[in-house]
Nanobody, 120 residues
Framework: QVQLVESGGGLVQPGGSLRLSCVAS????????MGWYRQGPGNPRELVAD???????NYLGSVKGRFTISRDNAKNTVYLQMNSLTPEDTAVYYC??????????????WGQGTEVTVSS
């Protein structure tokens, strides 16, 4: 029974910061590519940032330099530090764990999401 539980969302003013957490159970996060996705109103779900099992990171262009993804293996937790937030960052943020056992065999798990609203 795999669970990804996000927390840390809320209402923040433009220019503010939030840190999202994703606590995993049933998997070891260091064995997966862990990602943060978001879905804003009327928009498709998009990848915000991810971190591979080797520690390599990747960011959506519009968040590069503002957001940082990290992993704490001892806590089996992934974080997304979000700084300099703008209204365009408003979305439901989802935690994802993915591991390809072969090019056609994938393990793919999602959390329930946490809402982030950036507004004055």
């Amino acid at each position: 029974q795999v669970q990804l539980v996000e927390s840390g969302g809320g209402l923040v003013q433009p220019g503010g910061s939030l840190r999202l957490s994703c606590v995993a159970s049933g998997i070891i996060v260091s064995s997966y590519t862990m990602g943060w996705y978001r879905q804003g109103p009327g928009n498709p779900r998009e990848l915000v940032a991810d971190i591979t099992s080797a520690g390599n990171t990747n960011y959506l262009g519009s968040v590069k330099g503002r957001f940082t993804i990290s992993r704490d293996n001892a806590k089996n937790t992934v974080y997304l530090q979000m700084n300099s937030l703008t209204p365009e960052d408003t979305a439901v943020y989802y935690c994802n764990a993915r591991r390809y056992r072969s090019p056609t065999q994938v393990e793919d798990f999602w959390g329930q999401g946490t809402e982030v609203t950036v507004s004055s």
